[in-house]
Structure formats: structure tokens, C-alpha cells
């Protein structure tokens, strides 16, 4: 099974989906991408993953056009902001899916608050992802 996650910048979201997917179904091929994407992936984003035993110190963000002349079983989108243009996927794919989050790297405030932020969302995308990796690499 291949497996893309989409967002715009590929710094948070869909690398914390990229790492939980790979945690869950480690025979599946998971990539994750965005269409303008970040120079790194978010500091807070790897240190929230190290919490959960996944390790994204040596993710980069990647450019959706690297994978448009390949197959996926499923692209998934997690853009959840009204504000967002979620990613369009044009290669082949089998199943298209949305499962939207918040946006962690916008969030304000203070430092614990912005951290807590990054948890709650990281909690969401490992819940709701497991479902999808239960339901559909079954």
C-alpha cells in the first residue's frame, strides 16, 4: 500500500501523520508533501513526535511535484482551515480522503500554550489516523 499525505507547507501536520502512519503500518509506503513547502520541519513538530517514541529529526519538508508521475492507493489532505486551499493531487490515485486538522504552526501565545497546542493537534492526527490506517490497510 502507498500512501501520500498533503498539506501546503509539509512542516507539521502531514509529517506528524507521515510519522503515526509509519508507526501503524509499517508495510505501507508513506510519503508526505506540500505544495509551497517550509524550509525545515517545525521544531516543535519533532519535539511532539519525541514524545510518542517517533523520531522526525531527519524529515525534510518535500514538493508535491516529486511524486505527481506516481501511484498512490490513497492521498490524504489534512488542511483544516477555512482560510486554506487544501492541496489538489493530480497523479493516479486510487482513494482521495480529507481529514482535516488545525494548523499548529500558526497558533499564538505563550510558549507552554503554543506547545500545548502542538500536543492536542499531535493527539487528533495519532486518533484519527489510526482509525484510518484500521480501517483501510486492513
Do not use: Y
Not at 510519503?31 to 513526535?49: D, F, I, N, W
Not at 482513494?95 to 486538522?101: P, Y
Amino acid at each position: 500500500m502507498k500512501i501520500l499525505i498533503l498539506c501546503t507547507g509539509n512542516s507539521c501536520r502531514s509529517q506528524m501523520a507521515e510519522g503515526f502512519v509509519q508507526c501503524f503500518a509499517p508495510a505501507a509506503e508513506v510519503h508526505s508533501a506540500g505544495t509551497a513547502p517550509a524550509e525545515r520541519v517545525h521544531p516543535l513538530a519533532v519535539k511532539v513526535m519525541q514524545e510518542k517514541g517517533i523520531d522526525l529529526s531527519g524529515h525534510r519538508p518535500k514538493s508535491v511535484d516529486q511524486f505527481l508521475s506516481q501511484p498512490f492507493d490513497h492521498v490524504i489532505t489534512v488542511c483544516g482551515d477555512a482560510e486554506e486551499n487544501c492541496p489538489a493531487f493530480i497523479g493516479t490515485v486510487k482513494h482521495r480522503w480529507h481529514i482535516g486538522f488545525e494548523d499548529p504552526a500558526k497558533v499564538t501565545g505563550t510558549e507552554a500554550f503554543v506547545l500545548s497546542e502542538f500536543r492536542r493537534i499531535r493527539d487528533d492526527i495519532e486518533a484519527r489516523f489510526g482509525e484510518f490506517v484500521r480501517k483501510e490497510t486492513v
